[in-house]
């Protein structure tokens, strides 16, 4: 990662709530294939999620610390701020000298954009202007929200607009929070209905609708230079398990992520 920034773009996409079974399940029966081509052989990566919650888990994924391998470490983070005695900064980290992520990669010579989704990043209040307050440029409007059926088209068409209108040589890191998988998702599945909610297989639809347009906006992120792409959830939902619904809360549906970082490059 020591040699990869300032070299690449960096495009890191959560997908908001997004359950890792069932996330695997669709990419092993093939219904993923924008993502699934990025994918290694065995599927999604599982990963243990840094919070419950989105706006937990963004606080620690912006801070360096993504979500960790499921299995017992330490492992060596791709991101890091230099910080004394820190057992999971190694040779390839790439360190930087400030509180953040965001503004680490700024002061590397970064263009750093947020592209909003679920309340978190609706610069509605000041909750909601905190993560996206970290970025030099943040967008968010209504048609990227979870209510909006297609939330996911309309944030792959400001990202294509925000590429579009850098100059080649600048570096660009862009976030995208994927509202499309946070309830309300009903409404992605044929046949469903309000009255009858959000169902895992609503959860599967959103996520098969996010793939559709995933093409689109890795295309955009690797079209100027090549481009690390980290896609990742940020915490699971549940949906009945054990009688529990929604998230932060600690049961292992929340906890549980799928992961995956791979490069694009469109133009070679």
Request: with cysteine; aromatic share 10%; glycine share 10%.
């Amino acid at each position: 990662m020591s040699e990869i920034v300032g070299s690449h773009d960096l495009l890191l996409v959560t997908l908001d709530t997004l359950r890792y079974d069932v996330a695997q399940e669709l990419a092993a029966a093939g219904r993923l294939p924008n993502l699934g081509r990025h994918l290694p052989r065995g599927g999604w990566e599982r990963r243990h999620a840094p919070g419950s919650f989105t706006y937990a888990s963004h606080q620690a994924m912006f801070a360096g610390f993504l979500p960790t391998p499921a299995e017992p470490g330490p492992h060596p983070r791709l991101f890091a701020a230099r910080f004394a005695g820190s057992e999971t900064t190694a040779g390839n980290t790439y360190v930087y000298d400030t509180p953040d992520l965001v503004s680490g990669l700024a002061a590397a010579g970064y263009r750093t954009v947020c592209i909003g989704g679920v309340g978190f990043f609706n610069k509605q209040g000041p909750l909601g202007s905190v993560l996206p307050g970290l970025f030099q440029e943040s967008h968010w409007e209504p048609e990227f929200g979870v209510a909006s059926p297609t939330s996911f088209e309309a944030q792959v068409a400001c990202a294509e607009k925000v590429v579009a209108g850098l100059p080649h040589e600048q570096r660009l890191f862009l976030f995208v929070n994927v509202s499309a998988l946070h309830q309300p998702n009903w409404f992605h599945l044929a046949g469903a209905t309000r009255d009858a909610g959000d169902t895992r297989a609503s959860h599967a639809a959103a996520l098969e609708y996010v793939d559709l347009h995933m093409g689109r906006l890795l295309s955009a992120a690797g079209s100027r230079r090549p481009c690390l792409a980290i896609v990742c959830s940020d915490h699971g939902t549940a949906y009945g398990e054990d009688g529990y619904s929604g998230h932060r809360i600690g049961h292992d549906v929340v906890w549980t992520v799928p992961y995956a970082h791979f490069f694009v490059d469109e133009d070679r």
